[in-house]
């Protein structure tokens, strides 16, 4: 699968998985076979964070 390069276009991808299709970043990672690690570190480069409990980049 692939995923948008540009981090603000990936964090509106990410998110609006997040919402519709899975539970959480670490099932999405999985199931798309992504690196969590790797989401997280360039979403962190524009300043945006996992929340758990929101279930979404903040």
């Known amino acids: 699968m692939d995923?948008?390069?540009?981090p603000v276009m990936l964090l509106s991808y990410i998110n609006l998985q997040l919402r519709d299709y899975?539970?959480?970043?670490e099932e999405f990672a999985a199931a798309t076979g992504q690196?969590?690690?790797q989401i997280r570190e360039k979403l962190a480069?524009?300043?945006y964070f996992y929340n758990e409990e929101a279930n979404q980049f903040k």
Do not use: T
């Not at 995923?3 to 540009?6: A, G, L, Q």
């Open 3 to 6: 995923m948008p390069k540009d």
């Open 22 to 25: 899975y539970p959480s970043l």
């Open 35 to 37: 690196d969590e690690n």
């Open 45 to 47: 480069s524009i300043n």
